[in-house]
């Protein structure tokens, strides 16, 4: 199994300006305490949006390599963006799903894939050709290079352990979103 | 005629995509955005997602509008109140609605009924539009409240403008 935060913190040391959108719940914990930068989005509810506001975000900015932090829980309130994101596959989005079969803010309820579920077949259902189901550290930063580097669109599925990140990030919707669109050169 | 009109004022007010689930009123509007051929069309499976998109585009630069029935009104409420409102995105929501005059469908009614409501509960900005000479300015007046707000705005087509679907 792979520790949330450490996951993080690799995935940022090999990062510059990339924007990364994380999810509602754990992610954006993780992300914050690893490295927070303009460039991170963080959603503090609207769970399963993180997918979407991805997709769109790697459709308007085809120049840079858009990065989702999402959680087992919020993708699978949001499944159908999969088949969406699919079929527009833009080759610069990178959807990590950090799968630890649980609801973990609330408690460590069960999540359907600690059952039956299995996010990577519904990944390669909806239409994804590169999928990656990852459950070391070693396996992640093994794999981590290509993704960032080859033609995506890629879906990591990285199985993690149920640790927490200790770091909260800012509260303010309207200061995360100016200071991530200036980041981006995108505010008028 | 009133799509091509709404065609016309996204286009003037530098739109650069449609989300949208389908409905037969936005398929006329999608007609003539095709025919066009300056916007991104993309085809939500679900209509919240289609908040989360719009966002994401807004926030690389780029403007959306959203494209939805009623009835989708109900599937976005939470990805409205706890994205796009707070962190106060801006986009035009065009809202086909169902449920009013001439309806044949009683399962389009409540939430017909309901729609300015969840709208005016959100606190979202809303415009209906009845005749063909209010399109041009009302389209454009949205779209800049919108923008000047930092908030959707929703304007909605109503069955006086667009007619009524008669049960096939």
Redesign the interface.
């Known amino acids: 199994m792979i520790n949330r935060l450490e996951a993080t913190q690799y995935l940022m040391r090999h990062l510059t300006n990339e924007p990364v959108i994380a999810s509602c719940g754990n992610p954006k914990y993780d992300l914050f305490s690893a490295e927070d930068r303009k460039e991170n989005f963080y959603m503090w509810n609207s769970m399963g949006m993180a997918s979407s506001t991805g997709l769109g975000l790697a459709l308007a900015r085809p120049d840079k390599k858009v990065i989702i932090l999402d959680g087992d829980g919020a993708i699978l309130m949001n499944l159908n963006s999969l088949t969406t994101a699919a079929s527009k596959s833009p080759p610069n989005l990178i959807h990590i799903i950090w799968d630890n079969r649980s609801y973990q803010i609330t408690g460590g309820q069960a999540t359907h894939t600690a059952g039956k579920a299995n996010l990577a077949q519904i990944a390669r259902g909806a239409g994804f050709e590169k999928v990656l189901t990852l459950d070391t550290l070693e396996a992640f930063k093994q794999a981590l290079p290509k993704v960032l580097s080859e033609p995506g669109p890629w879906v990591v599925v990285a199985i993690t352990d149920n640790c927490g990140a200790p770091g909260r990030p800012p509260k303010s919707p309207t200061y995360i979103k100016h200071r991530f669109m200036e980041a981006l050169g995108s505010r008028r | 005629m009133w799509a091509e009109t709404i065609v016309k004022v996204l286009k003037e007010n530098d739109i650069r995509?449609i989300?949208f689930l389908p409905d037969t009123v936005i398929g006329k509007i999608l007609n003539y955005a095709v025919k066009d051929g300056s916007f991104?069309l993309?085809?939500?499976?679900?209509e919240?997602?289609?908040?989360?998109?719009?966002?994401?585009?807004?926030?690389?630069?780029?403007r959306?509008v959203l494209m939805m029935q009623s009835a989708g009104l109900g599937n976005s409420v939470?990805?409205l109140a706890?994205?796009a409102i707070?962190?106060?995105?801006p986009f035009l929501l065009l809202i086909s609605q169902r449920g009013e005059l001439g309806e044949f469908n009683a399962c389009h009614v409540t939430m017909g009924k309901a729609l300015r409501g969840i709208l005016d509960a959100l606190g979202i900005q809303h415009f209906t539009l009845r005749r063909e000479d209010e399109v041009e300015i009302t389209m454009r007046g949205a779209i800049k409240t919108a923008y000047t707000s930092e908030q959707p705005v929703a304007v909605i087509l109503s069955s006086e403008l667009v007619g009524w679907k008669d049960e096939k």
């Open positions: 995509s989300s991104e993309i085809t939500l499976a679900r919240e997602e289609g908040v989360g998109i719009v966002t994401g585009e807004y926030l690389g630069g780029r959306g939470n990805a706890s994205l707070p962190y106060q995105i």
